[in-house]
């Protein structure tokens, strides 16, 4: 076993270099997701108005004026359809609202912090487009201030 050891001595130190560089890789990549994916106000805002417009407004709409849901939403083309966070509460009774953590991200009101759905021809499920308003305070600005 030693002669074995002794002769693949420097391809042992290769391949524990390799698994090294890789462990340290994956640590990296999970890292780097986790940034990525962690969840923001525009991220949360985004994915209330997606679901809220696609499965339900826009889907009621339908079966309720078959004939006259584009015209109805030509109406709100132009100025568009806000919904706040504190709406998408009442809508959603149970929201993660981790975006909206104080310590991490920054301090929002939840009437002023909105979503706008702006329709679009030709009116189809997907035919929108979304524009976000935060209006949130950066802690870190905050308290920097209150301090001085």
Not at 12 to 38: F, P, Q
């Amino acid at each position: 076993m030693t002669d074995f050891l002794e002769e693949n001595k420097s391809a042992i130190k290769i391949a524990g270099i390799l698994i090294g560089v890789t462990v340290i890789l994956v640590i990296i990549n999970s890292v780097v997701t986790n940034i990525v994916n962690a969840p923001t106000p525009k991220k949360l805002l985004t994915s209330l108005a997606t679901t809220y417009y696609e499965d339900e407004y826009y889907n009621k709409l339908v079966d309720a004026y078959p004939e006259e849901y584009n015209i109805i939403l030509k109406k709100h083309e132009k100025e568009g359809l806000k919904i706040s966070v504190k709406d998408f509460i009442t809508i959603y009774k149970k929201i993660d609202l981790a975006a909206f953590d104080r310590n991490k991200y920054s301090m929002c009101d939840f009437d002023l912090t909105y979503v706008t759905i702006y329709p679009k021809s030709p009116y189809e499920v997907d035919d929108y487009e979304l524009k976000i308003t935060e209006y949130c305070i950066d802690p870190k600005a905050t308290s920097e201030s209150e301090d001085k």
